[in-house]
Nanobody, 123 residues
Framework: QVQLVESGGGLVQAGGSLRLSCAASGRTFRSIAMGWFRQAPGKEREFVAA????????YYADSVKGRFTISRDNAKNTVYLQMNSLKPEDTATYYC????????????????WGQGTQVTVSS
């Protein structure tokens, strides 16, 4: 199991930026896949971005491609989500997730989850 703690959420105007952080502990960070998901009120939790340790690739939902960037700092055991050009529809609770291998981008593909951090984008 991996313990995950998110931070960096807040209130921002449309067009603004935020950077979310997720600190991991409990397992060798450089050998786990990391992802970000979000859940808006009344909606299903949805995939946002992920990074695989095995091939170094990154993956994004179409809705955030070109605006969000996932990155990781193995020395700090931290994964980041840089969010630019934010829109009101990006408003959600953002969750960090981890698993040993990146099998896919559904919630079922990740076994460890953080508590979430709220992002609110005002119009």
């Amino acid at each position: 199991q991996v313990q995950l703690v998110e931070s960096g959420g807040g209130l921002v105007q449309a067009g603004g930026s935020l950077r979310l952080s997720c600190a991991a502990s409990g397992r060798t960070f450089r050998s786990i896949a990391m992802g970000w998901f979000r859940q808006a009120p009344g909606k299903e939790r949805e995939f946002v971005a992920a990074t695989s340790w095995s091939n170094g690739r990154t993956y994004y939902a179409d809705s955030v491609k070109g605006r969000f960037t996932i990155s990781r700092d193995n020395a700090k055991n931290t994964v980041y989500l840089q969010m630019n050009s934010l829109k009101p529809e990006d408003t959600a609770t953002y969750y960090c997730a981890a698993d040993l291998v990146l099998h896919g981008t559904s919630t079922a593909d990740f076994g460890s989850w953080g508590q979430g951090t709220q992002v609110t984008v005002s119009s």
